[in-house]
């Protein structure tokens, strides 16, 4: 089994900053990629970023040069830097790994950004 446990959430206002964190246990290993996906009321869930094995990242268009991925392997931690953050940036925020073909996700976390 893998638990996925994220904290950082919160409310900020616009141009503000969070970082979200993702603290994986379980049968879970470095070799497996991690990342963080969102959805926000009535839409449906989007992918924000992914980071893999080799530490090689991707990001939705929409937070490109705000948002930066990063791991850490030897806690088994996977964050996420949000800059110059936007009220379309509210939403629930939920830390994404696969295992074995398996997806597995956290309970996630909400960011809310006022203008």
């Known amino acids: 089994q893998v638990q996925l446990v994220e904290s950082g959430g919160g409310l900020v206002q616009a141009g503000g900053s969070l970082r979200l964190s993702c603290a994986a246990s379980?049968?879970?290993?470095?070799?497996?990629?991690m990342g963080w996906h969102r959805q926000a009321p009535g839409k449906q869930r989007e992918l924000v970023a992914g980071?893999?094995?080799?530490?090689?990242?991707n990001y939705a268009d929409s937070v490109k040069s705000r948002f930066t991925i990063s791991r850490d392997k030897a806690k088994n931690t996977v964050y996420l830097q949000m800059n110059s953050l936007k009220p379309e940036d509210t939403a629930v925020y939920y830390c994404?790994?696969?295992?074995?073909?398996?997806?597995?996700w956290g309970q996630g976390t909400q960011v809310t950004v006022s203008s």
């Open positions: 994404w790994s696969v295992v074995r073909f398996k997806d597995y």
């Open positions: 379980g049968s879970i290993f470095s070799i497996n990629p």
């Open positions: 980071i893999s094995s080799g530490s090689s990242t």
